[in-house]
């Protein structure tokens, strides 16, 4: 039986001595305890070595995916083609159909091969000899970083620190130049406080400055080739009228160094901006068509890599950048935040208020995918992030829409807003409401007086005790409007107690005066 063994430095074929050896795969290990006795089961008939890493590399790379490369190819004519009739003990499974297939060698994979590969390994140094340990580890190494360079598609155009660093300069730029241009402004409108009303934007104002110097010179300079023939004009008005302060020639030219510098930056600015969406093209092309190269840089930067970025699930990228909000959110247990770096996409920007957390959420899910696809795919294209932005899009429309449609019905359908009809009601006045007097029971008595006066057929004789009971309350009233205002409180509260006590007595006396006079009749 022979023995294909792969090494970092070539390949290895050796001629099994005692095959009765490998029957007893767990005690194994022990005759390969030392190089002597590898040797008694084992002996190297030939071995192939790699001229360099790149060939190394195509071998290494050739078996990973199942091929037989050219080398192994050699090799095996030659040194198997003497013993075709002898098996050919190999440790992939896969590499062996492929070699049955084309050399027509019947090949042997079992768990016995797999443990004497590992004894092998044990004893390499040994097996092989006129390879040196020193050799044999730096073409471990240079192979191993070739290979897992292969492995992960890695390129150089594919660094991502570029992007890294370009944006934190971009951003450190937008800080310095606004504090620049606030200098500017406030320090050349000591001279020429108009100018920076007339003038709002930043690089023009600085070039205006730059190019007049003393607001005395406005008149003599051609400002056409900086701001609009209009504005011109203003700011020469402005500068006959001004009601800025005298300055020395040596702070007109420290204010003109200081527009220059601001000009420069500017001019730097936009050509790193350039640059960054270039290599944002280049590297994360899915990811610039997403979200844009500005918001695509900064989630890189955030996360540290292209590829830590694409380890991270679809709602932590929603929330990237807002992790202060959100630990605040779980500390004081209330809402959590829906978007971080994302609400500066452009697709959030254009979404209402209460559809921003569901196209952020919709988007971030995307994102991930595309940052997936640049950071582990083959292709460069980014169709699959148009695809994506699409679907994004007619999302977008969607909820904008459903507002505006009906609800009930089959939802396709506009609601129609009614013809507006003006109705013109005439409410008539209710005076009911003007008067704040109660209406009590005094006042309903007072009306049956008047009418018992008018019409005398309608008095009726009352029992004794209610005559006596009105004659009280008439002198208590009568009483009551001589005292305090406290006073008649108590006396109303009396009063209302006392009535219904008059009014229950007064249900009973005229029996007993009945029966009085029958009384009477009878001893008459």
């Known amino acids: 039986m022979l023995v294909l063994f792969e090494t970092a430095a070539g390949y290895a074929i050796f001629k099994v001595l005692d095959e009765s050896k490998l029957q007893q795969v767990d005690s194994l290990y022990k005759e390969f305890e030392t190089p002597e006795k590898a040797n008694k089961i084992l002996k190297l008939k030939h071995f192939e070595k790699f001229q360099d890493t790149t060939e190394a590399l195509a071998a290494a790379t050739a078996l990973v995916e199942g091929k037989v490369s050219k080398t192994l190819k050699k090799v095996l004519k030659k040194m198997v083609a003497k013993d075709a009739h002898e098996q050919l003990a190999i440790s992939d499974a896969k590499l062996g159909g492929v070699i049955k297939e084309k050399l027509d060698l019947s090949c042997i994979h079992s768990p016995a091969v797999a443990e004497l590969m590992r004894c092998i390994r044990s004893q390499m140094e040994g097996l092989i000899s006129g390879l040196p340990p020193r050799e044999m580890s730096a073409m471990s190494l240079g192979l191993a970083h070739s290979l897992s360079r292969y492995k992960l598609k890695f390129s150089p ?5 570029m992007i890294v660093q370009a944006i934190s300069l971009l951003d450190d730029l937008d800080k310095e130049l606004n504090n620049y241009i606030m200098r500017c402004r406030e320090w050349y409108g000591w001279h020429f406080p108009e100018l920076g009303k007339v003038i709002t934007d930043n690089l023009a104002y600085c070039k205006t400055v730059s190019k007049i110097g003393d607001r005395t010179n406005v008149a003599g300079s051609d400002l056409s080739d ?7 004009t203003e700011v020469k008005l402005a500068a006959e009228i001004s009601m800025g302060t005298e300055v020395s020639e040596q702070d007109i030219n420290n204010i003109r160094h200081l527009c220059e510098q601001v000009i420069e930056i500017s001019d730097y600015r936009a050509q790193l901006y350039d640059y960054l969406k270039n290599r944002m ?7 610039t068509v997403m979200v844009g190269e500005l918001v695509g840089a900064r ?3 955030h996360a540290g890599s292209l590829l830590n970025l694409a380890k991270h699930p679809a709602s932590t990228v929603q929330i990237l950048g807002a992790e202060k909000a959100l630990f605040r959110a779980l500390k004081t247990r209330k809402d959590t935040p829906k978007y971080g770096l994302l609400y500066h996409a452009s697709l959030v920007g254009q ?7 569901k196209i952020s959420r919709m988007l971030a899910a995307k994102t991930s995918l595309a940052v997936r696809y640049d950071a582990l795919g083959e292709d460069t294209n980014a169709e699959m992030s148009v695809a994506n932005r699409a679907k994004v899009e007619a999302r977008l429309r969607h909820l904008e829409e459903r507002g505006i449609r009906r609800i009930s019905g089959s939802g396709r359908v506009k609601a129609q807003a009614d013809k507006y009809m003006h109705k013109s009601e005439v409410r008539l006045y209710d005076p009911s409401g003007d008067s704040l007097i109660p209406s009590t029971s005094k006042k309903r008595k007072f009306e049956e007086m008047e009418k018992e006066e008018k019409d005398p057929a309608l008095k009726v004789k009352k029992p004794k005790k209610e005559r006596q009971a009105a004659t009280e309350e008439e002198g208590e009233t009568s009483t009551a409007a ?3 205002t406290p006073k008649k409180k108590k006396k109303k509260k009396k009063d209302s107690a006392e009535e ?3 009014e229950e007595e007064s249900a009973e006396p005229p029996k007993k005066k009945k029966k009085k006079k029958i009384k009477d009749e009878k001893e008459d």
Not at 157 to 161: E, I, L, N, P, S
């Open 157 to 161: 155009d594919k660094v991502d620190t």
């Open 226 to 232: 900086l701001i609009p023939e209009e504005i011109e």
């Open 482 to 484: 001589t005292e305090d």
């Open 281 to 287: 093209m280049a590297i994360a092309p899915n990811l």
């Open 500 to 502: 219904p006590q008059v």
């Open 351 to 357: 979404t209402s208020a209460k559809n921003k957390g």
């Open 299 to 301: 989630l890189i930067s």
